[in-house]
């Protein structure tokens, strides 16, 4: 029984002195703590420039698609009249300074209205910039256009078709 006593009694002492370490090796330290907050950021189409204009189409015997690339050429295919000038709309990008920015499109498309009831769709959005990341200057400004594809059927109504397309634009 003195052994167990004594077993026992090492047993306690062995187990207060990791108690007793543990309270002693309490500490604290402390990091920093930061923000930075951006200047808002702020995208609009330019007042003169705000159209994406796929210009005059006379249709043909079959539904073909009209493309305006970013830089405002227009590819009419084999069997459809395209006259007029087709333009792509310029919008104006205001942020943080030298800062990129992700551009993208509300919808995948948009539909073109003349207000009757006749419908086009216009899709296939681009813009002029490489990946549709814009990378802002040092007066915290970029500028990008839009181009577009736009679904004629064939013998379409004749007619001003109508709509918008809408770019969103956030941090990376």
């Known amino acids: 029984m003195s052994k167990f006593v004594?077993?026992?009694?090492?047993g306690a002492a062995v187990a207060s002195l990791g108690i007793a370490s543990g309270a002693q090796a309490a500490t604290s330290a402390q990091a920093n703590a930061s923000a930075t907050i951006l200047n808002s950021l702020a995208v609009a189409?330019?007042?003169t420039d705000n159209t994406l204009d796929f210009a005059t189409i006379a249709p043909g015997a079959s539904?073909?698609?009209?493309?305006?690339?970013?830089?405002?050429?227009?590819?009419?295919p084999v069997g459809v009249v395209c006259?007029?000038?087709?333009?792509?709309p310029t919008f104006n990008?205001?942020?943080a300074v030298n800062s990129t920015v992700q551009v993208t499109f509300t919808n995948a498309s948009e539909t073109l209205?003349?207000?009757?009831g006749n419908n086009m769709t216009a899709s296939s959005f681009l813009t002029s910039l490489p990946s549709d990341v814009a990378t802002l200057d040092a007066t915290g400004n970029a500028s990008f256009t839009v181009g577009?594809?736009?679904a004629v059927a064939a013998g379409q109504a004749a007619g001003t078709y109508?709509?918008?397309v809408t770019v969103n634009v956030a941090y990376n």
């Open 6 to 10: 004594r077993y026992a009694a090492v």
């Open 45 to 47: 189409v330019s007042p």
């Open 63 to 76: 539904a073909v698609t009209v493309v305006v690339a970013p830089n405002g050429t227009r590819t009419c």
């Open 83 to 88: 006259t007029g000038t087709a333009n792509a």
């Open 93 to 95: 990008i205001q942020g």
């Open 113 to 116: 209205s003349d207000g009757s």
């Open 148 to 150: 577009g594809s736009l």
């Open 162 to 164: 109508s709509g918008t």
